[in-house]
């Protein structure tokens, strides 16, 4: 399960050709397809990342999406991508394994239960972490530099960290 958004703002968002990419390559390793999900007003956001996917990811973009729909596709899922945003707490409550991809935030106000989570992000830039709903520099480059490679490896350690 990918839920690509952030209701704080931009500067939480990830590329959504990034997050295909690092969807594609979970499924090259696992053989499993992504299902897209985001909140209201992200239906453009869930498309994007679909479309942009290879492996024909699943968007939930034309589907009613709550609150109650979204605890339940995380429960089943084998691993949630995610951005800086709340579905990962779902993800923690139901000991699912989940890779957070975070921006300007920092990240030891938002570890939990790491032992089947990890953040990933991009280190030693002098403007991070910022803690702003946009980008002041207006490069992004907390997001944009940030390479779905590495995404896709932490889900690899993640979910050999979870097998039973």
Do not use: I
Not at 20 to 37: K, M, P
Not at 45 to 68: I, K, M, Y
Not at 111 to 135: F, H, I, K, N, Y
């Amino acid at each position: 399960v990918a839920c690509p958004g952030a209701a704080y703002g931009a500067a939480k968002l990830w590329p959504p050709a990034a997050m295909a990419r690092a969807l594609d390559l979970v499924h090259e390793r696992h053989g499993w397809r992504a299902v897209v999900t985001g909140g209201p007003g992200e239906e453009p956001l869930v498309e994007a990342v679909a479309r942009a996917a290879r492996h024909g990811a699943l968007s939930l973009a034309g589907r009613v999406r709550d609150l109650e729909a979204l605890k339940a596709l995380v429960r089943g899922a084998h691993l949630l991508l995610v951005g800086d945003s709340g579905p990962r707490w779902y993800a923690a409550a139901f000991d699912v394994p989940c890779v957070t991809v975070m921006g300007p935030n920092f990240p030891e106000l938002t570890a939990s239960s790491l032992e089947r989570r990890e953040l990933v992000r991009v280190e030693g830039l002098e403007c991070s972490p910022c803690l702003e709903r946009t980008c002041p520099l207006g490069h992004h480059r907390c997001m944009t530099e940030l390479a779905p490679e590495r995404v896709a490896e932490a889900a690899g350690r993640v979910l050999a960290r979870a097998a039973p």
